[in-house]
């Protein structure tokens, strides 16, 4: 845990530098100097506000090879639903830097649009183009991005390679293990009716982050092992905890896996 707050830490402070642009870099280019520092302006105005959007049109028009101010241009349209225009933003982003942005790409489709193949073809590709294990961290920096590619197996029903994929990184020694991670393994092992091993996961993420999903995807487990006892024990602190609001949640979209209060309730008319 502590180990992944330090990462969350490092990405904080990551996001708050790259979100400036050195436009040094671009000196030799006028044009593209003056676009530099329009999108650097950009960050005075509330993100997705006429302001804020015409100073990237205005960076765009000046430079149309600034893949940074099309990509913080969509991220407006992505958060209020208007997908369509994001997707023509975004492509261009990834288009002119695919190393830079395909991890943007990848996770908006997954999180946003449930494309899990898309999601599949950017992140296979951002390895190839890296050439390193490590490839980025999902952009709300709940997930190490292999975590994000285990999950799009999985919900294109290939359940063995996410498992192979999330052990394989955990098999890592620097892998930082995500707020969510065992929680996710144990369900493809229940999935995949490895139930000891389920266990063993599900007990692994309550040392690293307690929340209603492990208990209730824990109950779930004892239930298939025909251990009644330790199901209902499970879920009802599954239920205590969701109505604490110690459970997955999101403003802008639903997590893999998340549970709500009436699946908990469901659960329990089974036993």
Not at 7 to 20: D, E, H, K, Y
Request: proline share 1%.
């Amino acid at each position: 845990m502590k180990k992944f707050i330090l990462l969350l830490i490092l990405i904080q402070f990551q996001t708050i530098v790259s979100g400036q642009l050195n436009c040094e870099l671009l000196k030799d280019d006028s044009d593209c100097y003056k676009a530099c520092q329009l999108y650097n302006q950009e960050s005075r105005h509330r993100q997705g506000s006429f302001a804020s959007q015409k100073h990237l049109s205005d960076a765009i028009e000046l430079c149309p090879t600034l893949s940074s101010a099309y990509y913080e241009k969509s991220v407006a349209f992505l958060k209020r639903g208007k997908f369509i225009q994001w997707k023509k933003l975004m492509d261009k982003a990834v288009e002119l830097n695919p190393e830079q942005h395909l991890s943007d790409r990848a996770w908006a489709q997954y999180a946003f649009l449930h494309n899990y193949e898309e999601t599949i073809k950017d992140l296979n590709r951002l390895s190839e183009i890296k050439g390193t294990e490590f490839i980025g961290v999902g952009q709300n920096g709940d997930y190490d991005l292999r975590m994000v590619l285990a999950l799009s197996y999985k919900l294109t029903s290939q359940k063995k390679k996410a498992i192979e994929i999330i052990e394989t990184a955990m098999a890592d020694k620097d892998y930082y293990v995500g707020l969510y991670d065992n929680l996710h393994l144990g369900i493809l092992y229940l999935e995949n009716n490895q139930l000891e091993k389920a266990v063993e996961s599900f007990e692994n993420q309550i040392k690293e982050n307690e929340l209603a999903e492990v208990y209730y995807y824990l109950g779930k487990t004892y239930l298939a092992l025909k251990n009644k006892t330790e199901a209902t024990l499970n879920l009802n602190k599954a239920l205590e905890l969701y109505k604490s609001n110690r459970k997955m949640f999101s403003r802008y979209y639903q997590f893999t896996d998340q549970i709500y209060e009436q699946d908990i309730l469901d659960l329990q008319k089974k036993i």
